[in-house]
């Protein structure tokens, strides 16, 4: 099946990009697989392009379709850890991913800026943090990468087409394709698409079809599939700054602000050097009681006005606002993740506030469960069942520990500083031993991750009875 010939579709590599012939971005594959089942995927973020690269290198074609000109560069998510690290690392990219980010030393939690009486600001009050003094460059999955999400992007596009040029046909995108149908017909499902600017429609056709394309999915829409939870009342502004470092802690640089209104999250967005300009990510929360539409919080003095806030330095520091958006907090699930031969991953299916990093390593987890799904139907003849199986354990995650987690995140600094003394986190995290520290990273490597395979045995044990359970069954008096 060809591509869409009136969709603006990048050509297939003809050979390997600059930067995988300098930088080994080649994917290595001794053995191409040969091709069996086609899988149709809607958006090409980092959750689209990651299923799409790992879907694709195990010998399953893929038509990528995204309804923007290009992938997105707008200021999104940049923090990765605990199990999103080894399901990265398991697709080969945890090394080329932390070659263009850098790991931190700590993640901590402080109070608003104080003046230092000289007219000048200094860091807020540390009240604790989480160290990561294990990782390093040998073992970038044991700390916490950052990587702004259009750089992973970039990194996943480029493996596409590295992969392309090993196993060409492997990914077709497709750009300015706006889904505007989805018609699962039993043995197969049909995507209808519009090009953008000239409003021709075509039908490509799959095995299969995954919805990647983020909170306000069109996937989840023509499935029939509603979110349901609630919208925090606050807005936060994400800005990213250029700015000359000062007075820059030695550890703890990442960190979250606590405040009964204006919290924040405050991160370097490279690795920051003093006396140096870093790109700096300001995620702050407005007043829940300030209605002004987006146009007015965007406005020029009213980010100067936050940013007091959250800068140390002279009171008019020097900076540079680089990007900024306004967006909304949610805390929702899709009822299912999965229908017929449809399924969802990422945003398109759940989202939850960004205070602790879980929106998109929870959707890169979400494809590393579903690949191993696909697999088996595609290629070992698996039910569709699956999907649904697929949907109930994802969801179940994100019910238990994602939702939970990232709300308890987000009541954590949205209050006074002196009642996140007694905070239970705050106290363990004050001077954490090595048993706390496993404790509490224990679950993000377990729980969070699904290995689909062994959970769907152990279903399988479950439900079927042992010759012990038949013959106890068969000695049961009846009264």
Not at 286 to 314: R, W
Request: proline share 6%; glycine share 6%.
């Amino acid at each position: 099946m060809s591509a869409v010939s009136d969709i603006t579709t990048v050509p297939r590599a003809t050979g390997i990009d600059t930067l995988a012939a300098n930088n080994s971005l080649e994917p290595t594959i001794n053995n191409p697989p040969s091709f069996r089942g086609r899988v149709i995927i809607a958006g090409a973020g980092p959750t689209g392009l990651f299923l799409a690269y790992k879907l694709a290198k195990s010998g399953i074609n893929i038509d990528l379709l995204e309804r923007l000109p290009d992938i997105s560069d707008a200021p999104r998510a940049a923090g990765y850890y605990g199990a999103t690290l080894l399901a990265l690392k398991d697709a080969g990219l945890l090394d080329l991913a932390a070659q263009r980010g850098y790991l931190v030393n700590a993640l901590g939690w402080r109070t608003t800026v104080q003046d230092d009486a000289l007219g000048n600001k200094t860091w807020g009050r540390l009240l604790c943090h989480i160290p990561f003094s294990q990782a390093s460059e040998q073992r970038p999955e044991l700390g916490m990468l950052v990587l702004p999400q259009p750089k992973l992007c970039q990194l996943l596009k480029e493996q596409i087409h590295a992969l392309n040029s090993t196993m060409p046909g492997a990914v077709s995108f497709h750009f300015n394709a706006e889904l505007c149908g989805v018609l699962d017909d039993g043995d197969s499902v049909l995507a209808t698409v519009r090009h953008q600017k000239t409003g021709v429609k075509h039908t490509l056709r799959g095995d299969l079809f995954v919805g990647a394309d983020g909170g306000k999915s069109k996937a989840r829409e023509l499935l029939g599939i509603k979110l349901q939870g609630h919208t925090w009342p606050e807005r936060m502004i994400a800005a990213d700054v250029m700015l000359r470092n000062v007075d820059l802690p030695p550890v703890v640089q990442a960190h979250f602000v606590v405040h009964p209104v204006h919290f924040a999250m405050v991160i370097p967005l490279e690795r920051p050097v003093e006396g140096e300009k870093t790109l700096w990510r300001f995620s702050m929360a407005t007043d829940p009681n300030v209605t002004s539409p987006e146009e007015d919080l965007l406005h020029e003095k009213n980010i100067a006005m936050m940013l007091e806030n959250y800068m140390v330095g002279t009171r008019t520091p020097e900076y540079e606002v680089v990007s900024k958006t306004v967006y909304h907090l949610h805390q929702r699930l899709a009822n299912t993740m999965a229908t017929g031969r449809c399924a969802l991953v990422g945003d398109a299916a759940h989202l939850n506030n960004p205070v602790g990093a879980l929106g998109l390593c929870t959707g890169i987890l979400d494809c590393d469960a579903l690949v191993t799904v696909i697999e088996m139907i595609l290629h070992e003849d698996g039910p569709l069942s699956l999907l649904s199986a697929y949907s109930d354990v994802r969801r179940q995650v994100f019910q238990s520990f994602v939702s939970p987690t990232s709300t308890a995140n987000k009541l954590r600094i949205h209050q006074d500083p002196a009642a996140a003394d007694d905070d239970w986190l705050v106290r363990a995290m004050q001077d954490p031993t090595p048993e706390v520290l496993h404790e509490f990273i224990k679950p993000y490597l377990t729980v969070w991750r699904s290995d689909m395979r062994a959970i769907l045995a152990a279903q399988v044990k479950r439900d079927k009875p042992t010759p012990a359970q038949f013959e106890a069954e068969d000695t049961v008096d009846v009264i």
